[in-house]
T-cell receptor, first 113, second 115 residues
């Protein structure tokens, strides 16, 4: 069974730009969630999508947005990039929701210059 | 506001001995807890979970203990093996509270198993 796939693996952007990250969940998983990992803050929950609807949201500014398509694939967008957005962005999928074990991808490493 | 805390950033244990990783939480609404293991350059991998209706869950070498009154959980690994060297995250959630769920992670403990 294929795991969670995130593309691209690495990305370099400059301040003020925007970026879109992609996540393909495990087949049959309808819940896709996104996380930001930084050395100082650890893993922080961004948002969760289920059946194309954002169901849960963490405490991040509106510059961070996402969407989910009918095939459960998800994208995350960050606009007006700031230096502090440099992080590893992880996507995870599960059958039902955040209270179930999450299957993580290997992440996209975003660096802001 | 760190609702899930792992106060030990690192831990070193001799191979074959017991590794004990600790986690404290402050939000009494949390009722489902999970442990994940993370190797460098890989995403976290689910290890074991426990619901608040239990105080212990075991899976092979891994056992998680939950003390609800102390808002404390721990992960025991027995015996520890070199492949267990990784960063371990505990996480907490509110079960099936759609619209108000946040999977909250601790900051992680780096476990090093010494051969």
């Amino acid at each position: 069974k294929a795991g969670v796939t995130q593309t691209p693996r690495y990305l370099i952007k400059t301040r003020g730009q925007q970026v879109t990250l992609s996540c393909s969940p495990i087949s049959g998983h309808r819940s896709v969630s996104w996380y930001q990992q930084t050395p100082g803050q650890g893993l922080q929950f961004l948002f969760e999508y289920f059946s194309e609807t954002q169901r849960n949201k963490g405490n991040f500014p509106g510059r961070f947005s996402g969407r989910q398509f009918s095939n459960s694939r998800s994208e995350m967008n960050v606009s007006t990039l700031e230096l502090g957005d440099s992080a590893l962005y992880l996507c995870a999928s599960s059958l039902g929701g955040l209270y179930q074990p999450q299957h993580f991808g290997d992440g996209t490493r975003l660096s802001i210059l | 506001d760190q609702q899930v805390k792992q106060n030990s950033p690192s831990l070193s244990v001799q191979e074959g001995r017991i590794s004990i990783l600790n986690c404290d939480y402050t939000n009494s609404m949390f009722d489902y807890f999970l442990w994940y293991k993370k190797y460098p350059a890989e995403g976290p991998t689910f290890l074991i979970s426990i619901s608040s209706i239990k105080d212990k869950n075991e899976d092979g070498r891994f056992t998680v203990f939950l003390n609800k009154s102390a808002k404390h959980l721990s992960l025991h690994i027995v015996p520890s093996q070199p492949g267990d060297s990784a960063v371990y995250f505990c996480a907490a959630s509110v079960e099936a509270n759609f619209g108000n769920e946040k999977l909250t992670f601790g900051t992680g403990t780096r476990l090093t198993i010494i051969p």
